[in-house]
């Protein structure tokens, strides 16, 4: 590949495709930004006010990127509840919507649980929004192991009679309510959706600090339970989807939830530990292998020289619920679905990307590894959907996704 921007016909976006163009010198902020860019499809965020966060974000400065969405959502919340005491509703729920993306995109890289920034003013600007806009959204609290996981249930306005369900949930950093292709394209086509924040994630880890888990069967079926006894549902219709590393849970929870009459993993994982050792110094692997302490001391001193390695694996030591990187790691190696796969039983989707970064090759390993009805999905370049979860080819994944579940569901 050339670097002589000459060879481009637009040297400010210079490469072979537009995913070419970075927009901060980080590829997990600079995908997390292209993320909060998509959502302008939906109203969710608008281009000038994710470019001017961006400009204020500096390269490996986890606290600049909260400071600069968070300023961003909180000049917005306090127009829109100004716009709202006035009895402006339309441009108050315009306003708290995307004061809500943002509350929550200050958050996506930022991991220190102690601090009350973690518990800021998402969740009430969405509700907000909710009312006032008069989207088909409502809050659903799913009782789990003493607790209950932070859910908003979609009802469909065209569905007729009991109608599919679809339920889905994100990975490692992104939150339901942002991935809106996927309620919003439910609820058009006539399915309910039920969108989750399960443990590891969103508020179900800041405010009822539940932590992953590799048998992500114990999640789904409290889940399936709730989902079979609302209103206006067909119990025999009902559909798992997971994003990113939701592609190792939701088959993870398919093989053992048999409720499930399809499953859908974008991307499909096979193996998460291997996934995340693939981004990683192949001398990391020797001293995983040595142990322990070989293990820690190596990773202690890779994080004292990288921001980036530093934050995630303190990021991912929260969410996992475990206090050194051997333990994290073994975490990560128990999620494994080599010896469950065969176990799904359901008509499963596994979708990739021709430029996925984070799990590559995973996709392919589950899909061979399935013995149930099964179709592989790729996202090659020429469909500009090419990149992580569609991130920035929202409406290609719609199209394609529910043209693939529509007469399956």
Avoid at 27 to 54: N, P, R, T, Y
Avoid at 332 to 346: K, R, S
Wanted: hydrophobic content about 40%; some cysteine; proline content about 6%.
């Amino acid at each position: 590949m050339s670097t002589n921007t000459e060879a481009w016909p637009n040297p400010l976006i210079a490469g072979p495709r537009w995913t070419s163009h970075q927009f901060i010198a980080s590829e997990v902020m600079d995908d997390q930004i292209k993320h909060q860019l998509s959502m302008m499809f939906f109203g969710m965020s608008d281009l000038g006010e994710c470019l001017e966060v961006a400009r204020q974000i500096r390269v490996d400065d986890e606290e600049s990127w909260v400071a600069a969405w968070s300023e961003r959502a909180h000049a917005l919340q306090q127009r829109a509840e100004a716009a709202e005491k006035r009895g402006r509703n339309v441009t108050a729920g315009d306003a708290y919507l995307r004061a809500s993306t943002y509350w929550r995109a200050s958050l996506m890289h930022f991991s220190h649980p102690e601090d009350p920034r973690t518990r800021a003013n998402a969740i009430s600007s969405y509700d907000r929004y909710l009312t006032l806009s008069g989207y088909p959204g409502e809050p659903v609290r799913i009782p789990y192991e003493g607790s209950f996981l932070h859910s908003y249930l979609y009802r469909s306005p065209v569905a007729k009679g009991p109608a599919p369900l679809l339920i889905f949930f994100q990975g490692r950093d992104a939150w339901p309510e942002d991935t809106r292709w996927v309620y919003d394209g439910a609820i058009r086509r006539g399915y309910h959706c039920l969108s989750v924040q399960c443990p590891g994630q969103g508020l179900t880890l800041r405010l009822n600090n539940l932590p992953f888990r590799y048998d992500w069967e114990k999640v789904v079926t409290p889940i399936v339970d709730v989902a079979v006894t609302l209103d206006g549902v067909a119990p025999d219709r009902i559909g798992l989807m997971g994003l990113s590393f939701g592609g190792y849970l939701a088959p993870r929870a398919a093989a053992f939830e048999k409720r499930l009459k399809v499953c859908v993993a974008n991307p499909g994982v096979l193996h998460w530990g291997d996934s995340i050792r693939s981004g990683l110094p192949e001398s990391l692997g020797d001293a995983l292998a040595a142990g322990p302490e070989v293990f820690n001391g190596a990773v202690a001193s890779m994080a004292a020289h990288s921001p980036l390695a530093e934050w995630f694996l303190r990021d991912s030591a929260w969410k996992h619920g475990t206090s050194t990187p051997y333990e994290l790691f073994q975490e990560f190696d128990a999620c494994d679905l080599t010896d469950v796969a065969a176990g799904i039983e359901c008509e499963t989707l596994v979708m990739d990307g021709a430029e996925e970064r984070f799990s590559t090759g995973q996709a392919e390993l589950l899909y061979d590894a399935l013995a149930c009805p099964k179709e592989f999905m790729l996202f090659d370049e020429d469909s500009t959907a090419q990149l992580h979860c569609q991130n920035g080819g929202t409406a290609t994944a719609a199209e394609y996704t529910f043209d693939w579940l529509d007469g399956r569901l």
